[in-house]
């Protein structure tokens, strides 16, 4: 899987990504989508304690939270960077929050969705260097330095 690694932040380079909401969206070869956080996102947060998703059969808008996660220093809301149902949820996160700090774009997603007009949504994300360059601007503006926990999977490995 092709990667860069800004201040040891972790981007996976074939995912789309809404910078502004630290989230991903992969595109499934059946249509759905699978979304989750980035590596960005869980340093900021640090450990998770807890992450909670919204139920399948919900209907989400772009923007709206697909879920909340809780850490030692922050609790809020995961946006959904498109629009769609979500038809199945990440249950490991229930029981291992810290999927989400270990293995942001692997075992840490959060739900599946169907997308309802995946172009138009795609259209508003940004994905390989176009995505390199908005982190890249980002880290540097907020001074973001990513940190992993122990057992964290990384593109390298």
């Not at 923007?63 to 995961?78: A, D, L, Q």
Request: proline share 5%; charged share 30%; with cysteine.
């Amino acid at each position: 899987m092709a990667y860069e690694k800004i201040n040891e932040c972790f981007l996976v380079t074939d995912l789309y990504y809404s910078v502004e909401d630290n989230t991903w969206v992969r595109v499934n070869d059946d249509g759905t989508v699978t979304v989750g956080m980035t590596d960005v996102a869980q340093s900021l947060a640090g450990p998770i304690l807890h992450a909670r998703s919204k139920k399948p059969g919900t209907a989400r808008k772009k923007g709206r939270p697909i879920g909340t996660v809780e850490s030692g220093k922050w609790v809020g809301p995961v946006k959904s960077p498109v629009s769609g149902e979500i038809i199945e949820v990440n249950e490991e996160l229930e029981s291992d929050a810290q999927m989400l700090n270990r293995s942001p774009y692997y075992k840490g997603w959060i739900v599946k969705m169907k997308p309802d007009n995946l172009e138009a949504d795609l259209a508003d994300l940004v994905t390989g260097e176009a995505a390199v360059e908005a982190y890249r601007a980002k880290i540097d503006k907020e001074g973001i330095t990513c940190t992993h926990i122990e057992g964290t999977e990384t593109p390298e490995a």
